[in-house]
């Protein structure tokens, strides 16, 4: 059996919906870190309208990640919006180099740097967004050995980053959104 110690999870159009509905399905017990891309205009304000909108869904703590921040478990972090966020063994990178798949921050950039750093200790879950960041990311956590998980696409918003990730065989599950985070719970809480 495989412990997982982290979980990246990334979203565009529609994301907000889908990780309050993944988070709201998270005991206070459930310790794994988790790591949220969205897209999002870099407004601060917005940023931390997000972070309290997924607060009011979670009963974790969500935070914004900073610079150089060690990743704790049992804490749920966001990509602060026009930084590329990147997960290193211990703790979070931040980058202001040129947007990924018209990004930034990339849902792609955070699940590979992620993929080396975890390697087959990661989950990956790739939801509802409107173009194809974070399909080859997904795919890198596949191919070291981490688990890969993708919203059915009938159950989301905005169906091109799902698809984009169907397209590169990028999936071990393909999932409804109300059925993701029972599993992550069944994944990590034995």
Do not use: W
């Not at 795919?139 to 918003?157: E, F, H, M, N, W």
């Amino acid at each position: 059996m495989i412990n997982f110690d982290i979980i990246v999870l990334g979203a565009s159009l529609g994301g907000l919906k889908a990780s309050q509905t993944i988070l709201s399905a998270l005991p206070a017990r459930f310790s794994t870190p988790i790591v949220i891309v969205q897209h999002r205009k870099p407004d601060s304000s917005a940023s931390r309208t997000l972070t309290n909108l997924l607060q009011k869904s979670c009963a974790l703590p969500v935070v914004e990640a900073e610079d150089k921040m060690t990743i704790k478990r049992g804490q749920v972090y966001i990509s602060p919006p026009d930084y590329h966020l990147l997960v290193e063994e211990d703790h979070f990178s931040l980058s202001t180099e040129a947007p990924v798949n018209y990004a930034r921050p990339s849902i792609d950039v955070l699940f590979e740097s992620t993929a080396i750093a975890f390697g087959k200790h990661v989950i990956g879950v790739l939801l509802t967004g409107a173009n194809i960041d974070g399909a080859l990311g997904l795919k890198a956590i596949r191919s070291c050995g981490g688990l890969t998980i993708v919203q059915d696409p009938k159950t989301a918003d905005a169906v091109e980053m799902p698809f984009g990730a169907l397209e590169v065989d990028a999936a071990d599950h393909i999932m409804p959104l109300n059925e993701i985070g029972p599993f992550l719970v069944n994944m990590c809480c034995r």
